[in-house]
């Protein structure tokens, strides 16, 4: 009897899957057999983790924010792979400054990235299945800041509530057509993005990156910072049938951090 978690044979793209959460996803998925296109503004350091895979992986460069640019990355992954059957969309970014501080292009960039990235690597992903008649899965990567406000990370957070709204709406519309759609909300993962916010919280908030680190910690229940692999395994879970039931969540993988 096939295993609800057995992904062999199946194929997925991932964008900004060249490090960090990304990363730890396409080895997630690799290891479940899956052949992987990772899709990145760095395409070299794509290739080096394409280059440790146990799976033949196909490397592509993506500007998430440029329609046309995740039209090419798609329509390559197609043709390389024969088809995709999960879309991990995931590129985000990430700056910190005071609500009232914050700037036209820091909100702009906030919300090209992590928003309209999502919304175009869906979109266009979703156009590809219907034309063709082929069912799919999509997940979708917000962030524990899109179901709370965070403080210094108003654009952030307000883009990641989006996600979420996004990731709904599109659930209940592809729901007749065998796509499910569901998002992760991760909460404070040990990354190279978490060591950049680490040092802006420390100095907006005149603390020391030690104290801003144990302040993660001591809000997270279970006790310690979060691994990428944390996230990749859930990731793997709502691509896999063992969540076949299930779209339009927004699943919190933070560690006791958010309970709702």
Same mark, same amino acid.
Not at 38 to 56: G, K, S, Y
Not at 94 to 108: G, K, P, Q, V
Not at 163 to 188: D, K, Y
Not at 242 to 248: D, I, L, P, V
């Given at each position: ?6 992904? %062999? ?6 964008? &900004?899957?060249? %490090? ?10 690799? +290891? ?9 503004? @760095? ?31 798609? *329509? ?17 970014? %990430? ?35 219907? @034309?063709? &008649? ?43 057509? +065998? ?7 991760? +909460?404070?993962?040990?990354? %190279? ?36 692999? *944390?996230?990749? @395994? ?21 560690? +006791?951090?958010?309970? @709702?």
């Amino acid at each position: 009897m096939r295993s609800v978690f057995d992904l %062999s044979g199946k194929t997925a793209l991932v964008t &900004g899957g060249a %490090s960090g959460i990304g990363a730890a996803i396409v080895r997630a998925l690799d +290891g479940a057999g899956v052949r992987v296109a990772i899709t990145d503004l @760095d395409v070299t350091r794509a290739q080096l983790l394409a280059d440790e895979l146990a799976n033949d992986a196909v490397c592509l460069p993506i500007d998430v924010r440029v329609r046309a640019s995740v039209q090419s990355a798609l *329509d390559g992954a197609f043709e390389a792979l024969g088809g995709i059957d999960i879309l991990i969309a995931n590129a985000g970014v %990430s700056t910190m400054r005071a609500a009232i501080e914050l700037t036209d292009e820091e909100w702009d960039f906030n919300f090209d990235v992590n928003t309209r990235g999502v919304f175009l690597a869906n979109q266009i992903y979703c156009r590809r299945l219907l @034309d063709e &008649g082929r069912k799919g899965v999509i997940v979708n990567t917000a962030s524990l800041a899109g179901k709370v406000g965070a403080p210094l990370l108003g654009h952030y957070s307000a883009s990641k509530f989006a996600v979420l709204g996004w990731t709904q709406s599109l659930a209940r519309e592809m729901a007749a057509h +065998g796509i499910r759609v569901n998002a992760v909300c991760p +909460g404070f993962v040990r990354t %190279s993005m978490q060591e950049r916010e680490v040092e802006w919280e420390a100095s907006l908030r005149k603390m020391t990156p030690d104290a801003v680190r144990e302040e993660y910690v001591s809000l997270t229940p279970l006790g310690r910072l979060e691994e990428p692999e *944390d996230v990749a @395994d859930v990731v793997l879970f709502l691509a896999s049938d063992a969540a076949r039931f299930m779209t339009g969540q927004g699943v919190n993988v933070t560690g +006791g951090v958010r309970m @709702d």
